[in-house]
């Protein structure tokens, strides 16, 4: 035949689309032509392509090829559409089953000797073709155990081209080649962190439940050695398992990030960006190939900032419209990527330069206009976004018993799956599940809305202009995640267990 058909995957952030491919042979003079507005990687795929099939003994017909990726407006980039390529020019004069072929989605990319190599984004780009109801996908050797996380997908991973060709009913030989490889990602396997290693921190291991049961967004400012640091990496542990939607969009994004994804980890992912990181590290971005940063890789898990003091102000301030939406968009000349961005946001900063501000013991050698310039990046837009804001000292003293009076992991993730629990029927009818989601209209307004008498502190703050009318309902979300962790369904609660902390002058006072 002269054309013939078959089907890859475009990703566009972390959404994926299916792109038909068409071949043309004609009896004109002999050329290989991509059509479809394709990238420069794309575009060089000619030669790739050519070269794997003359090397897999199945060479290309010496005729006049023309490849069109459709739909034409939808951008295309990256190497992998190299086997879809490769698959629908074969087919429009090697003798294969054409129904075969035309109903299967091929990604990856072909090297000059016929092997199939891994190519990031695999899991999406599967997740994609499933949607749009295709149920045969063949993808490289080394991507076969994440395209096998999508149920109801028969998944070919195949080692090289002629193996591909012989999958749809070619009369090829499938040599013995040796698969290519993923590389390893060296990031050894982190021992579990518990609770209990904490010692003298009560308050902040109970502020840090009360995040954990209301999703809440946390902001730690205390003198070096305090235990912020100690405290942040303990969060994931006592965070309730990753549901199978949840599961799925954080390896979908690990894998765009080109990660190595063998499971569905349960596990709350958590990023902690060191302190130089720009604006595109945290966002995401790139020249020609859009990835995912920091805020989009923490999805459905903690971002964690250390020292947010040092961070860049307007790295800072980049956090400020995914904390409000939940995604990401990246805009770029001719493309725009959206990711999401679903986390909780963890801050930790000392209350100067030199960390000894306001410590008892401790002497401060910052000028005024240093502090001010410090806590400055911390700017009054984003601290309205935190839910708690809390103060930590130095532990004075380290007693024995200590470690047996302080809470587990697992006793505080037990604590926080019952909260949680309670909150999702107390919400059920709504669209949100944690309270950190509910819209202040809702909380001030809803059929579950505190009594007048018991914001009446809230109104009078708000009256004063100490409160602003967004921190007014973040009070009233963290007064509900409080009711939810004692167990008290039947009434609204109250306010009076919710420390407010201003932000006038220090915000570590």
Known sequence: MSVARTWSVALVGAEG?????????????????????????????????HNACANSGVPLPRRRLTV?????????QGSGFDVAIAMASLATETAMDVASISTAVHLGELGLDGRLRPIPGILPAVVAARRAGHRRVVVPHANGPEARLVDDVEVLAATNLAEVVAWHG????????????????????????????????RDAVEALVVAAAGGHHLVMCGPPGAGKTM???????ILPPLDD????????????SGARVMELTRTPPFEAPHHSASVAALVGGGSRLVRP???????????????????????????????????????RSGATAQYPARFQLVLATNPCPCGDYGIRGGTCTCPPSAIRRYLGRLSGPLLDRMDIELTLARVSVAHRDERASTTSTAVARERVAEARGRTARRLAGTPWRLNAD??????REGPTAPAPVVRRPLDAALHRGALTLRGYDRVLRV???????????????????????SRRGSRCD
């Open 231 to 237: 405290l942040a990496r303990r969060l994931p542990g």
């Open 293 to 331: 940063g920091a805020i989009a890789r923490a999805s459905e898990g903690v971002l964690f900032l250390d020292e947010a003091g040092e961070f860049q102000a307007s790295a800072l301030d980049a956090l400020r419209q995914p904390l409000e939406t939940g995604s990401i968009t990246i805009h």
């Open 17 to 49: 689309e299916c792109v038909e491919v068409e071949a043309d042979l004609s009896n004109q003079t002999p050329e290989f032509r991509i059509i479809g507005l394709p990238d420069k990687a794309l575009n060089e795929a000619v030669r790739r392509v």
């Open 245 to 256: 939607r949840a599961a799925l969009t954080s390896a979908s994004i690990r894998s765009l």
């Open 438 to 443: 509910v819209p202040g209209t809702w909380l």
């Open 479 to 501: 007064a509900w995640s409080l009711a939810d962790l004692e167990g008290r369904l039947s009434s609204a609660p109250t306010t009076s267990g919710v420390r407010s902390i």
């Open 170 to 201: 070619g009369d090829v030989d499938v040599p013995d080649d040796e698969p290519v490889t993923l590389p390893d990602d060296g990031n050894p396997i982190e021992e579990p962190l518990d609770l209990a290693e904490v010692i003298g921190q």
């Open 68 to 76: 069109n990726l459709s739909p034409a407006s939808l951008p295309k």
